[in-house]
């Protein structure tokens, strides 16, 4: 009896093995699910969108060609955010709690990213933040949060130097009334404060939803400043750079406009500006004559196969977020939230656009890759590819004012 | 008056011109159905589309592009009414018997449609139509304008004139302001109130489509282009008084005029908000508007 119920016990242990087998082995090669939120449809910036997902997909598929990380794919799950914080919330919360997926990455708006980080903080989910620039993100503090992007204080500082370096002694920026510009508008005021305290800065905030940025202007066509910093993104960014240019404020003889937005890299954009944009100035965080990893040039080509389009800051932004993702899965062994954060903190990455690591330092920096490339350049004529522009100074170099291009009085 | 003054006056003017030919096609569709149109921003964001495309992939002359992105405008508040709109009424004489209060979900969700159908189709990218004149600053005294913008606001002083006067005298004109007065009684007159019904969708989508034309190089064709105008030109409806076509051009130069003003001698942060202001002003001491009608239903 007690011999029949061993082969029984056995027979069962056998069976239960056989059916958990195909399971154990179907695991083993279940895709890493990463969570990713952009915006697909409007009042966000499906430009924005649209960039960073086929960036996410260019590197989806190296990764995965490559045989994926440790025999297992990388799979994106997709949510529209629109570009709103509320729909921002609840992507993140579907994606951590029904999609499950390891880490959450693609934002591309600083309000959202600022609501989407406050659910990732929450379920302690891995947060790779592509493209939210404002400073607040950072001093969050929140572990969970990784920032291979560029940040407000980076381009405010860059933009302080290059205002220095023209030598103007009045500027303005119009900022668009989100975190990104007004914080990014006030961190060039406290920048100009250090490098140029001199110049009188002052800073308007626009509605990115309006479609008539007159009023405004009117009183900088009385009183030209010498400098104009843009800080609004497409569409309103283009109406407000027409209008700019039809009313005489700038590019013009007396008035620089500089670009803080990455304008020059969005497709439509000499469509929608034409004359009004010859003669920008454009803070770039790519530019095809910068120094760039073999990673960078690999997705580039990667990306221009598949659209036809020319790489642009956005794509290589993306890229890097899922390539650090991939890499902290490889190196922690493990898709665990805790494993997944301490192998991120622990990045040293050469990533699409160099060696990336992440700062520890409190307030903006936390967590941040300090060292974001990036370039000044100029457009100088109307339809002219960012390859073909003139790059006027890399990260430390200086600007010189008598090489630039000015439209005559 | 300074100059900058002038400038305000002469801007926000014209600003006014473009709400009015959107405010006057909203204004009409409720005095006909007593409903309000929530997919009246979207006609004038496929104007912008239709003329920018027509012009740009199609290589048609602006001049030519200009009336067909009216045609466009009006061939879709054709398909509107005929397909969303009429089910809501047929059989019905009578507006107050109408079910009036599916046309809001019905335009919400054709408005919701619409954009994210654009998006889709056409792409999320900002497309700027050709202006009419390549002009790009004439000089008029204290006021440096724009070549399109000033040809613009002559086009629509134009088609507005038009429209009141068609409105007023014509024909079709007079069966409108008859159904819009009275339904039933329009109806028991022997005035065709589904083709009058029909007209007004045509003529609505046709003028906001033809704004959003002549505004394409100066707001640039996008998806939710429309939205913004729309707010204003609902606000404009009440101000001018529900229904009232001259109401609602007079309250159309108001707004654009309080805005200009408003933003530079107050704030620009709060330049959509004068409009809500003066809505909410007009609700409480003279909720008929400037040219409406005091009235009530039980």
Do not use: C
Not at chain 1, 165 to 178: D, Q, Y
Not at chain 2, 237 to 257: D, K, N, Q, T
């Amino acid at each position: 009896m007690a011999g029949l119920l061993r082969r029984d016990m056995l027979g069962v242990a056998l069976t239960v093995a056989a059916i958990m087998l195909p399971v154990v082995g179907a695991q083993a090669a279940d895709p890493i699910k990463v969570g990713v939120t952009i915006t697909q449809s409007p009042p966000g910036s499906v430009v924005q969108g649209t960039q960073v997902k086929d960036g996410l997909e260019v590197a989806a598929k190296i990764i995965n060609d490559a045989g994926g990380v440790d025999g297992r794919k990388i799979e994106l799950v997709i949510e529209d955010t629109q570009g709103l914080p509320e729909k921002a919330r609840s992507a993140v919360e579907k994606l951590a709690t029904r999609d499950k997926v390891v880490a959450i990455t693609g934002e591309h708006q600083s309000s959202a990213a600022l609501a989407g980080i406050e659910v990732a903080h929450r379920y302690k989910i891995p947060y790779i933040n592509t493209n939210g620039w404002s400073d607040v993100i950072r001093e969050k503090g929140y572990p969970e949060v990784f920032n291979p992007g560029n940040y407000n204080s980076r381009v405010g500082s860059a933009a302080a130097q290059t205002m220095k370096e023209l030598g103007v002694k009045r500027v303005v920026s119009i900022a668009e009334n989100t975190d990104y510009g007004i914080g990014l508008a006030k961190a060039i005021g406290e920048a100009l404060k250090k490098v140029a305290p001199d110049v009188q800065y002052k800073y308007e905030t626009l509605d990115r939803a309006s479609k008539d940025f007159l009023p405004a202007i009117l009183p900088m066509r009385a009183n030209a400043p010498d400098a104009i910093i843009n800080l609004m993104l497409p569409p309103a960014a283009y109406i407000m750079m027409n209008q700019l240019y039809e009313q005489g404020v700038a590019p013009s003889a007396k008035t620089w406009l500089y670009d803080g937005s990455g304008l020059a890299d969005y497709p439509d954009f000499w469509q929608n500006v034409k004359e009004a944009g010859k003669g920008m100035l454009v803070f770039g965080l790519y530019h095809p004559k910068m120094a760039q990893p073999a990673l960078g040039k690999q997705v580039g080509e990667a990306y221009t196969a598949k659209t036809k389009n020319e790489p642009n800051r956005l794509l290589f932004q993306a890229a890097d977020s899922l390539f650090l993702i991939a890499d902290a899965v490889k190196r922690a062994k493990s898709t665990d939230s805790e494993a997944l954060i301490k192998a991120l903190g622990e990045t040293k990455y050469t990533g699409t656009r160099g060696e990336i690591t992440f700062s520890k330092d409190k307030g903006y920096a936390f967590n941040q890759w300090l060292d974001v490339p990036y370039v000044t350049f100029q457009l100088t004529e109307v339809n002219q590819k960012v390859g073909d522009s003139a790059l006027v100074s890399q990260a430390g170099q200086p600007l010189d004012p008598a090489k630039l291009w000015k439209p005559a009085k | 008056m300074s100059g900058i003054d002038v400038d305000l006056a002469v801007n926000g003017l014209i600003t006014g011109l473009f709400y009015a030919l959107m405010a006057i096609g909203l204004s009409l569709i409720f005095g006909i159905l007593k409903i309000v149109n929530f997919a009246h921003g979207e006609f004038y964001m496929v104007g912008a589309y239709a003329y920018t495309l027509i012009a740009l992939a199609l290589g048609v002359p602006v001049w030519i592009a200009l009336p067909l992105a009216f045609v466009v405008g009006a061939l879709l508040g054709w398909l509107t009414e005929r397909t969303l709109m009429r089910p809501l009424y047929a059989g019905y004489t009578s507006w107050g018997l109408m079910r009036d209060e599916y046309a809001v979900i019905v335009t919400f969700g054709l408005s919701l449609f619409l954009i994210n159908l654009v998006d889709k189709v056409v792409g999320p990218y900002a497309y700027r139509g050709p202006p009419l004149v390549e002009t790009s600053r004439v000089v008029l005294g204290p006021v440096l304008i724009s070549g399109h913008r000033l040809l613009a606001a002559g086009i629509a002083i134009a088609v507005i004139a038009v429209t009141a006067a068609l409105i007023k005298w014509s024909f079709w004109g007079q069966q409108i302001r008859a159904v819009s007065q009275n339904r039933l009684g329009a109806s028991l007159a022997g005035i065709d109130t589904a083709k009058a019904s029909v007209i007004v969708f045509m003529l609505s989508g046709g003028l906001a489509a033809f704004a959003g034309a002549l505004l394409s190089p100066v707001i640039n064709a996008s998806p939710d282009v429309g939205i913004f105008p729309a707010i204003k030109s609902y606000i404009i409806v009440v101000l001018g008084g529900m229904g009232s076509v001259p109401g609602a051009i007079i309250a159309s130069l108001f707004l654009g005029v309080i805005e200009s003003f408003g933003a530079v001698y107050i704030s620009f942060q709060y330049r959509d908000a004068f409009g809500l202001i003066l809505l909410m002003l007009f609700l409480l001491f003279r909720p008929q508007g400037l040219f409406g009608e005091k009235g009530r239903e039980v």
